[in-house]
């Protein structure tokens, strides 16, 4: 659905009313533009879980992907020192400090194998406006994204923002959440600018592989299509499986790419609100033009702690990761307990998201169950779990549990499902 589809085009209201009868209408108070953004699902059901625990609700939260560790400290100490010194109290250059786009750049060669230098980077407020910024700066109205679903559900938005156009490709578990080349080239028109890839992906925790991501990198190169490539949680996976990256699959590609990331994941640190745009040099100036207006730097103590953290010890990584992949085994287990759920291993990120299509057709507690965004409704009211539909990824009939949450909540949450569903 474009912007135009869900706000028909009419300067003063109504677009049906007829010309000389028509009682003056009110004057538009919201942009189409804005007026067509839904508010984020996964935002709006961790806000109601944690209302209804503010009102004394025991309710358990699996909607935010949030750690909930807390950060490092040696990167807390660097934020420390920095909010001590006057440099960090000024303006700093729009596309970030120096050094922490220094260590980006690193990062970044060592995770592609492709050499980065610092002005190919761009210090973002948090990953999501890295996302919003590499749509705004590749598209134009009416140029298309293909994207792969379940996607995160910030990316469409995103895309309409820019004046882009998603175009879902819907890749399910039995073809392990990746869309197939055949998918894809339907999917292709000349309006195609860009193909989003998220791996390991939110919501489904699938990591893709390095032939899977040479395959849709080398399709991508073929047609002059940009790659975007979300890689927040590059460093969550479990089980042996190794994160690539697409551009470490395909280097050709290093000059229509943009790679996005982040510090929230990875290093606990969701609050400080550090992310991070990789790509060519010509669409990072560009991007950073963009931002100089639109926020200008980062806080400078932030970054400070980013930098701490990029260049710091990876043993606190390791340990969560370590708690993530006990709670990763453990909710996998307890969700196959559930009634109609089928529940596929995730092998990245920190998110179950199973099929609970066994679960919907029926009532619960005297209330009709048909479709993924009642049940989360009704776990939540009567169960006092949040989890977020799969209505908010483009996947219907699903739920997705963040584990990021204490091993204890974690095994009662799903146990109060299970005796709900099991009624
Ligand atoms: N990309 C993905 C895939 C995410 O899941 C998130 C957070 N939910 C982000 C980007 C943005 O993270 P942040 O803005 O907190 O850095």
Redo the contacts with the bound molecule.
């Keep these: 659905m474009t912007t135009d589809d869900a706000h028909p085009a009419s300067p003063t209201g109504s677009p049906d009313a007829p010309l000389s009868t028509a009682a003056p209408a009110a004057p538009r108070r919201i942009s189409r533009r804005v007026g067509a953004i839904a508010p984020s699902a996964?935002l709006a059901v961790d806000a109601t879980a944690k209302a209804l625990k503010a009102a004394g609700r025991p309710v358990i939260g699996f909607g935010a992907?949030e750690p909930d560790f807390p950060t490092p400290q040696h990167i807390v100490d660097a934020a420390i020192e920095a909010a001590q010194d006057p440099a960090a109290h000024r303006y700093s250059p729009a596309a970030g400090l120096p050094a922490l786009r220094q260590a980006l750049a690193e990062a970044a060669t060592a995770s592609t194998s492709v050499p980065f230098e610092a002005a190919q980077t761009l210090v973002t407020n948090?990953?999501?406006?890295a996302?919003y910024q590499a749509f705004a700066t590749l598209l134009d109205p009416g140029d298309e994204v293909i994207l792969p679903a379940p996607y995160?559900t910030?990316y469409p938005e995103a895309i309409r923002l820019a004046g882009g156009v998603e175009v879902p490709v819907l890749a399910g578990v039995d073809q392990g959440y990746v869309p197939t080349l055949e998918q894809l080239e339907t999917a292709r028109t000349e309006r195609t600018r860009a193909v989003l890839v998220?791996s390991p992906?939110?919501p489904t925790g699938a990591v893709l592989s390095a032939e899977q991501l040479a395959e849709i990198g080398r399709w991508a190169l073929e047609h002059g299509i940009w790659v975007i490539t979300?890689e927040?949680?590059q460093h969550l996976t479990y089980d042996g499986v190794e994160f690539t990256s697409i551009l470490r699959a395909v280097p050709e590609l290093a000059d229509t790419t943009v790679i996005?990331g982040?510090?929230?994941?990875t290093f606990a640190m969701?609050g400080w609100?550090?992310?991070w745009m990789i790509g060519p040099a010509d669409v990072i100036k560009a991007a950073a033009n963009l931002q100089s207006h639109l926020t200008s730097n980062v806080n400078n103590i932030a970054q400070r702690a980013a930098l701490a953290a990029l260049t710091g010890p990876m043993e606190p990584v390791d340990e969560m990761r370590t708690a993530f992949d006990r709670r990763r085994r453990a909710i996998v287990e307890k969700l196959s307990a559930v009634p109609g759920f089928t529940v596929p291993t995730p092998t990245g990120?920190f998110y179950a998201f199973p099929d609970v299509s066994g679960a919907l057709g029926r009532t619960v507690r005297g209330r009709e169950v048909t479709t993924s965004a009642e049940l989360a409704t009704v776990i939540l009211e009567e169960a006092e779990v949040a989890a977020v539909p799969g209505e908010a990824f483009g996947a219907p009939g699903h739920l997705r549990f963040s584990y990021a949450l204490n091993d204890e909540d974690l095994a009662a949450g799903i146990d109060r499902v299970i005796a709900l569903l099991s009624e």
Excluded: E, F, P
Aim: with cysteine; charged share 15%.
């Design positions: 996964t992907g948090g990953g999501k406006q996302v995160w910030t998220c992906s939110n979300d927040i949680y996005l982040g510090v929230a994941k969701t609100r550090v992310g990120a």
